[in-house]
């Protein structure tokens, strides 16, 4: 028969997103079991067209799942991916718990898919966001090009930080709509927003609303961010370049959903425009829009809720021999949580039911 999922997390943004995608894509699951913490159990949410309760995380909810896809915290994935694979299931993880871990494979189909297959642990990590989003565009140039320096910086959505980023930004956008005195001076914004929303907990260190943030994730040594250390290696891994050069800045901005790349990649070979754009066209998870004189390039508001990497302003750097500067949207909730996700979690259906 076919075989069982558990989609556990399945109250969360990512969640969500998840049984959306499960319902649109070709059905390869039998039972699909949702699964959250105690607080959520009960609820009833549609997936496939029909009505799932919700059921709570215990040992037992595993028996019987082939599949069981996380998307919760990293030290929830941590303590439960380990009993779903002692149950019998595989694991495919949107944490941050094992991606970096030698024995677990850190796959994206269109990248390296093949490396699904080796899972000594039993368990698959899907790569963090922002690295996914710039992944199935960089792979496809990296086949041809050899990529060896990446130079990036981030402008990452609200919804990153899941449902209580998505809550704050509209909570701001309404402090700061319709006042158009804000914004010209030093700190105004940061005291509006405190004044209407108090010390409210934000997933953000800095006001979102009429502003760019340029910190995501948690502090983390010599003054870089989780979210751009995670760029760094989670590149090397996936695109198997252990001594890639790599620097990122990740930055926040006032986007609902949808991450996007400013990038500098620098190939062992001359790179042009022409070839790029070719081999980027190719590759059947990248959509091209890149005609500046037409006004066609790629934004977060025109690339939400869809499955392509799309990428444009697609440039020769003048100063740097090869060297391809681009822009690369992608839903952070779809390729670069659920959809990736969902994937990974095809590659083994596929396995079990041949
Ligand atoms: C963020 N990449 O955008 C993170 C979510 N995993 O905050």
Request: glycine letters at 10%.
């Amino acid at each position: 028969g076919k075989p069982t999922l558990a989609v556990v997390g399945a109250t969360g943004a990512v969640g969500s997103v998840m049984l959306g995608i499960l319902t649109e894509r070709e059905d390869v699951w039998g039972e699909i079991r949702l699964v959250a913490s105690a607080r959520s159990a009960g609820k009833v949410l549609r997936v496939r067209g029909e009505d799932v309760v919700v059921q709570a995380l215990t040992p037992e909810v595993f028996d019987g799942v082939d599949v069981a896809m996380f998307d919760v915290p990293d030290e929830v994935s941590a303590e439960w991916a380990p009993i779903a694979v002692e149950r019998g299931a595989v694991a495919v993880d949107n944490s941050g718990a094992f991606r970096m871990d030698p024995d677990v494979p850190l796959v994206v189909p269109e990248v390296n898919g093949e490396q699904a297959r080796n899972r000594p642990k039993g368990i698959i990590s899907n790569p963090n966001c922002t690295t996914l989003t710039m992944m199935d565009a960089l792979g496809a140039l990296h086949a041809r090009w050899r990529l060896t320096e990446l130079v990036v910086a981030s402008y990452q959505a609200a919804s990153g930080a899941g449902q209580p980023g998505v809550d704050r930004l509209y909570d701001e956008l309404e402090v700061v709509a319709g006042n158009r005195g804000l914004g010209q001076r030093a700190g105004d914004v940061a005291e509006a927003v405190a004044a209407k929303l108090g010390d409210g907990p934000s997933p953000f260190p800095a006001p979102l609303a009429l502003n760019v943030v340029p910190v995501a994730g948690s502090v983390k040594d010599g003054g870089w961010t989780s979210e751009e250390l995670k760029v760094r290696n989670e590149s090397r891994k996936i695109l198997g370049i252990p001594d890639l050069r790599v620097s990122a800045t990740c930055v926040r901005v006032p986007v609902q959903t949808t991450h996007s790349l400013a990038v500098h990649a620098t190939f062992a070979e001359e790179i042009t425009v022409e070839e790029a754009r070719a081999a980027l066209e190719a590759a059947p998870s990248v959509e091209v829009l890149d005609d500046l004189a037409a006004g066609v390039f790629p934004t977060p508001a025109g690339t939400v809720g869809g499955d392509p990497t799309v990428v444009g302003r697609l440039r020769q750097a003048l100063d740097f021999p090869n060297t391809l500067d681009l822009f690369v949207c992608g839903d952070n909730l779809r390729k670069g949580a659920a959809l990736n996700t969902a994937q990974i979690a095809e590659l083994l259906a596929a396995e079990f039911t041949a």
